[in-house]
């Protein structure tokens, strides 16, 4: 029953990794190596706003596929790069670029990875320094509590010779 089990699993498995293999590949015709260079930088630049981790080139998104065709038709209509970023944070806002603009509205993503980490390391320095400090401060014993420690432990000895 068990290797059944196994083997069903394994086909589904394989049917599933086989889906994906249907992919079309797209290919663009590029007046110049110019446009071309320009295309494949734009499509690395620019980030899927589906995936959200992967650049458009990377992405079979539907949505990502349409962005490379608009990015071709308008590198093929004359659109310089700065043109195509310009149309593409228009519509889709900064999230579309890998490397935002230093903004006010971006700049916590520019600088907050900093201020954390140094927020962090304040609180670490903090936390070692009193670790350090702890262990000195116990081990000395007042006047009081050295007399009672030293009649428990003689105490204890008279208990030990009984």
């Given amino acids: 029953m068990r290797a059944i089990a196994a083997h069903v699993a394994g086909v589904i ?12 590949i797209e290919v663009y015709d590029f007046d110049n ?3 071309e260079a320009a295309f494949k930088e734009l499509v690395a630049e620019l980030r899927c706003l589906v995936c959200q981790n ?14 490379r065709a608009e990015i071709y038709k308008m590198l093929k209509g004359g659109a310089g790069k700065d043109e195509i970023v310009d149309f593409m944070v228009a519509r889709y806002g ?25 927020v962090g390391l304040y609180f670490l320095i903090r936390f070692i320094r009193g670790r350090a400090v702890r262990p000195a401060a116990a ?4 006047a009081a509590e050295r ?10 000895g008279e208990r030990k010779d009984s």
């Fill in 13 to 24: 498995l394989l049917l599933g990794a086989a889906g994906g293999a249907g992919a079309a």
């Fill in 33 to 35: 190596p110019v446009q």
């Fill in 94 to 118: 900064d999230f579309v670029l890998y490397r935002p603009p230093v903004r006010a509205s971006t700049a916590l993503l520019w600088f907050g990875p900093f201020l954390i980490g140094v």
């Fill in 54 to 67: 992967q650049n458009i080139a990377d992405s079979n998104a539907d949505l990502a596929q349409d962005l």
């Fill in 147 to 156: 007399e009672r420690l030293d009649s428990l432990l003689a105490g204890e």
């Fill in 139 to 142: 081990g000395e014993l007042s």
